[in-house]
């Protein structure tokens, strides 16, 4: 079967680290995108992975380990703008398949 | 405009009436999407167009019917809808169909329909 897993929810404080995992059972595999989703608006694109290892952007990481069906967005230096869902999304061929996202709340 | 956009933002429609809701892309993107997002709940891939060709019907029932009559548009035609579709719908458009090789999604701000 097909099947991501995401933590529900998330609280840190303002300049931590958080990392958000995602482990995922997909048949056929093209790569992982994290998308972050602020209440009320759209997905919007933060990272992508399909070779093993970790892809730096500014703040936030992303790390990828094919063989254990494993992900996670690492994100450095909170800011209050950080609070959003954070979505892992598996894909194969035509097919995006989404976790139910993270709630990431960061607190003062 | 640029991006993808979604008209109506909100609708609000009846078990028997007959809506739809209309995508636009001003990205020169091939591919096109419709996805369900209910509350705690993954998002829920619909349909997949691929130059104007349906790629992927993802067992969704009839009652919604998608059209995509160029590239650059793509509506989802709703009739007899239950409460239970009451939900976000959005569009995407990505440079092609085939996923992968950084293939990115570009979301529309969304569709809120409630059904009575």
């Known amino acids: 079967g097909q099947n991501i897993d995401q933590p529900t929810e998330m609280t840190a404080t303002e300049g931590a680290i958080v990392q958000i995992n995602c482990t995922y059972q997909?048949?056929?595999?093209?790569?992982l995108f994290w998308y972050q989703q602020h209440a009320g608006e759209a997905p919007t694109f933060l990272s992508y992975?399909?070779?093993?290892g970790l892809e730096e952007k500014g703040r936030f990481s992303s790390f990828l380990s094919r063989s254990k069906g494993y992900s996670y967005l690492l994100l450095k230096e909170l800011q209050m703008k950080d609070s959003a869902s954070y979505l892992c999304?598996?894909?194969?061929?035509?097919?995006?398949?989404f976790g139910t996202g993270t709630r990431l709340k960061v607190l003062a | 405009e640029t991006g993808v956009t979604q008209t109506p933002r909100h609708l609000v429609m009846g078990m028997t009436n007959k809506k739809s809701l209309k995508c636009e892309q001003h990205?020169?993107?091939?591919?096109m999407y419709w996805y369900k997002q209910s509350a705690k709940k993954p998002l829920e891939l619909m349909f997949v167009?691929?130059?104007?060709?349906?790629?992927e019907n993802n067992s969704v029932p009839s009652r919604f019917s998608p059209e995509c009559p160029n590239s650059s548009h793509l509506f989802l035609h709703l009739h007899t809808l239950q409460p239970e579709d009451s939900a976000l719908y959005l569009c995407?458009?990505?440079?092609?169909?085939?996923?992968?090789?950084?293939?990115?999604?570009?979301f529309g701000p969304g569709t809120r329909l409630t059904v009575l």
């Open positions: 995407a458009s990505s440079p092609t169909a085939t996923s992968g090789n950084y293939n990115e999604q570009f």
């Open positions: 997909t048949s056929g595999f093209n790569g």
């Open positions: 992975n399909v070779l093993d």
């Open positions: 999304a598996v894909t194969g061929t035509y097919k995006y398949i």
């Open positions: 990205l020169g993107h091939n591919a």
């Open positions: 167009y691929s130059l104007e060709e349906r790629v």
